[in-house]
């Protein structure tokens, strides 16, 4: 019997960049793909855990037809609440990272009508861990968008939106159970590419 998913998921894979000419796109690749309980746990016991993976690898669990980069479509208007875990020899990074996939493809980072929940995403880097989830909005309506429905929601005010976008924030930190005292914060994905680089000015924090 499989117990299916609410969602079909996608695993890809970032592998560092072994020469100089290497670019995102010859680096990122697609694993494999699922929609039950069963095989999520095939997949996860037969690939490397994060804490083997070489610096500058990344997994990225995205839901099916969804591009895990700032480029794909259904990305470009949205952003990310994202934490870096530093001391590296003292995170419990395969447990982190176990929660985070459970949490995304059992469906309790959002409400089911929110639909903003994109994927989730592990950054193996020099000096910290970085986890990201990956939301389609960045609480607001797209500027120039011309459809301010499909930009906020399902017809849902600016107001609305951004709720949606903190509690997917509180729900993240909880998970992962990052001290009240810590910052999580929220970036657009349009400030990280033209910052070059993930640390983007956070538009949000939980
Ligand atoms: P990162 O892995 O988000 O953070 O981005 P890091 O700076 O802590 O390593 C590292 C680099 O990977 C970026 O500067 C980009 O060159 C590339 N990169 C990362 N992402 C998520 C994307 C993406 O979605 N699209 C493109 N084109 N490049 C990306």
Known sequence: VKHPLMNKWTLWFTKPPSGKGDNWNDLLKEVI?????????????????????????????????????????????????????KEKRNVPIDDLWLHV?????????????????????????????????????????IPGGGDEDKAGGKGRSVEKGKEILMNIGRKFKEVLKIPASEQVEFSGHTESAHSGSTRAKAKYVV
């Open 33 to 85: 793909t699922f929609n039950s309980v069963e095989e999520f746990w095939g997949v996860y016991n037969n690939i490397a855990p994060v804490s083997e993976l070489a610096l500058k690898s990344d997994y990225h669990l995205f839901k099916q037809g969804v591009r895990p980069e700032w480029e794909d479509l259904q990305n470009k208007h949205g952003g990310k609440w994202s934490y870096q875990f």
């Open 101 to 141: 996939m459970l949490s995304a493809i059992g469906e309790t980072l959002e409400e089911e009508e929110d639909g903003e929940l994109m994927g989730v995403v592990v950054n193996v880097r020099k000096g910290f861990y970085r986890i990201g989830v990956w939301t389609r909005t960045i609480g607001k309506s």
